[in-house]
């Protein structure tokens, strides 16, 4: 596949700042997610199938990721990577103070990270660790939801998450995979990453996330 293909026009640029708005009184957190519930995206970026919608919302006491995903071609594997750098360091390669969230469509093949000298780490370092039947972890919740388009997802995340970083900011990243067609589309997109889950493996290339409206 040509690398031209994994480098997608982006809503933003590596320098702008997502903001974490009040939500609407309408979020239901039930794995769905849509314009009707949460009002624009905070992003959005382009995958072969249309136009994926992020959304970072503040909600009773809580901050709520929220995605839609446009992908008709339903595959067990799609899925959606949330990387998040909670010290706000920005290092080269994750460190401690790094979460990722590896969800798949179907969510009991999902995997949770934490960053460990420079490498992603599987709880208990267990390759076969899977999140099976659960649904929460350390501070996190998630549902996710079928569509005929596609497929959405919700994470509610402990405040705590964005209070650590001090003086600095957290950075945050996120990766679609589609199977079909097949390709990998991570916001954001630098110019000049080899492979689109470079992205998720720098936190140097991460966005700031701050609260604001």
């Known amino acids: ?10 809503a933003l640029q590596a320098t702008d700042t997502l ?18 519930e949460y009002g624009d995206p905070t992003l959005t970026f382009d995958t072969r199938q249309g136009t ?6 503040r909600d009773s006491g809580a901050v709520i990721f929220a995605a839609a995903i446009p992908d008709s071609t339903r595959y067990w594997g799609d899925d959606l990577v949330i990387s998040l750098d ?7 390669s994750p460190q401690h103070d790094d ?71 957290p950075g945050i990243a996120f990766r679609v995979f589609d199977n079909d067609p097949q390709g990998w589309f ?5 110019p000049g990453i080899r492979q689109p889950t470079d992205v998720e493996r720098r936190p140097a290339l991460w966005l700031p996330v701050t609260s604001g409206s």
């Open 86 to 92: 909670t010290g706000g360091d920005r290092a080269g």
């Open 52 to 57: 994926v919608g992020i959304w970072i919302r």
């Open 1 to 10: 596949m040509p690398h031209m293909l994994w480098l997608l026009p982006l």
């Open 186 to 190: 991570p916001y954001p997109s630098p």
């Open 99 to 169: 979460c990722q969230w590896y969800f798949r469509r179907v969510l009991d093949s999902s995997v949770v990270l934490k960053g460990e000298a420079g490498h992603w780490r599987l709880p208990r370092d267990d390759p076969d660790w899977r999140l099976g039947p659960e649904r929460e972890g350390g501070g996190w919740t998630v549902r996710a939801a079928e569509t005929g388009a596609g497929w959405s997802l919700e994470l509610r995340l402990d405040p705590a998450y964005f209070t650590q970083a001090g003086s600095r900011t």
């Open 19 to 36: 903001r974490i708005t009040p939500a609407g009184p309408a979020v239901n957190f039930d794995g769905g997610a849509s314009a009707a």
